[in-house]
């Protein structure tokens, strides 16, 4: 394995084709595993420290959107290591193949969450993060030399419904979103009155901590649900009648 100093010391070029290779995918799941092994805490900003204070009942199930990387900054790993199971949905070839690896017990599924069957030139990024369907986004990137391009591919949308999720407030649940920047978009085609998920965690870069408001706090109001805590970019939302149920 290349030391990171040797590793720094290679060029743009020479380091995102190790990290694009089959060499770099190994050296990921072997950096995940060896975090999921000396960690409690896989979070970014410290969501699961808050969320498990909802999950005091046993063991649930959690839907991932745009769940990313299986164990680094996962919000739902600490919830599989003690049990629970449920879906990895993500875009990212890369991380699509670490998770099959490292979260065996959960269903993953390459692909975009929207409402219709349809299917979408996407671009694979680095940085990740940089991932798109938009093709003018994907030039401006490209001509501003922010990423790179790793693959392009067809990909389907799936639809939540077609999933056939029997979601009830009597089991611990969680929606988890992170979306870069269209989690709105993806939240709202979520059927919250079939699907009642206990908690919901959504990236909202948006919400106003002053006037504690934001777009997608008035929508996951109207369905109610009651925000309860931030943790970095991320709104963390109860379901209000759990709440006045069992917390008061």
């Known amino acids: 394995m290349i030391p990171t100093m040797l590793f720094l010391q290679l060029s743009d070029k020479h380091r995102f084709i190790i990290r694009n290779s089959f060499f770099g995918l190994v050296v990921k799941i072997l950096r995940s595993y060896k975090l999921s092994k000396r960690r409690i805490v ?23 959107i745009g769940s990313g990387d299986p164990v680094r900054g996962s919000n739902t790993y600490f919830l599989y290591k003690q049990g ?17 690896i ?8 390459q692909g975009l969450v929207g409402t219709a069957n349809k299917s979408y030139l996407f671009f694979e990024m680095y940085p990740y993060e940089y991932s798109t369907t938009d093709h003018e986004v994907f030039n401006r990137l490209i001509d501003g030399r922010k990423a790179k391009l790793v693959r392009k591919m067809h990909l389907n949308t799936i639809s939540i419904s077609q999933l056939k999720l029997n979601i009830t407030l009597d089991q ?44 997608i706090n ?8 009651e925000i309860v805590d931030r943790a970095g970019p991320s709104s963390i939302y109860v379901k209000s009648s759990w709440l006045e149920e069992n917390l008061n």
């Open 172 to 215: 611990p649940s969680l929606l988890n979103i992170d979306c870069e920047g269209l989690d709105l978009e993806v939240l709202s085609t979520i059927d919250l009155g079939a699907l009642k998920f206990r908690v919901i965690c959504v990236e909202d870069f948006d919400y106003n901590p002053v006037s504690k408001s934001s777009a």
């Open 102 to 109: 490292l979260r065996r017990k959960d269903r993953i599924i």
């Open 42 to 64: 896989y979070s970014q900003f410290g969501e699961s420290e808050i969320l498990v204070q909802y999950f005091q009942d046993g063991k649930g199930f959690y839907l991932d």
């Open 84 to 100: 629970w199971t449920g879906i990895l949905i993500d875009p990212v070839s890369r991380n699509i193949r670490a998770s099959k």
């Open 218 to 225: 008035q929508y996951l109001n109207e369905n109610g649900y």
